[in-house]
């Protein structure tokens, strides 16, 4: 048996790892702007998986940024139904601590409304 195999999959959790490390950070359930009563869950982050309002997408290759502190840029391809749809975005956390997402030179705010 060939130990090339087992290098390769060795090689890919190590490159996998870092990019899940990084999304961890962003981990939670997220309304837009502010809660709802009931919440409108608007944005949840697992890991490299997220559901952005019902649309399954996926986070790779993530880079830290300088600017602003503490943000990581991604590729999150996301699926509308006509498969993966691939675009750069840029998750940090604003001066207030809420989720800031920034695709296409736009941003959108996500908070926390889950009780600790």
Do not use: K, W
């Not at 090339?4 to 961890?24: S, T």
């Not at 559901?51 to 699926?79: E, F, H, R, V």
Request: some cysteine.
């Amino acid at each position: 048996m060939s130990a090339f195999p087992v290098r390769a999959f060795a090689a890919l959790a190590l490159y996998a790892l870092p990019v899940a490390a990084m999304a961890q950070e962003f981990d939670g359930v997220y309304e837009y702007a502010f809660c709802d009563n009931p919440p409108f869950v608007a944005l949840t982050i697992a890991g490299a998986e997220v559901s952005y309002y019902d649309t399954p997408c996926t986070l790779s290759d993530a880079a830290p940024q300088a600017q602003p502190a503490g943000a990581i840029q991604y590729t999150m391809a996301c699926d509308h139904g006509s498969g993966p749809q691939p675009q750069t975005v840029v998750f940090f956390r604003d001066a207030e601590g809420a989720l800031v997402l920034r695709s296409n030179g736009l941003e959108d705010r996500f908070v926390n409304c889950t009780a600790d």
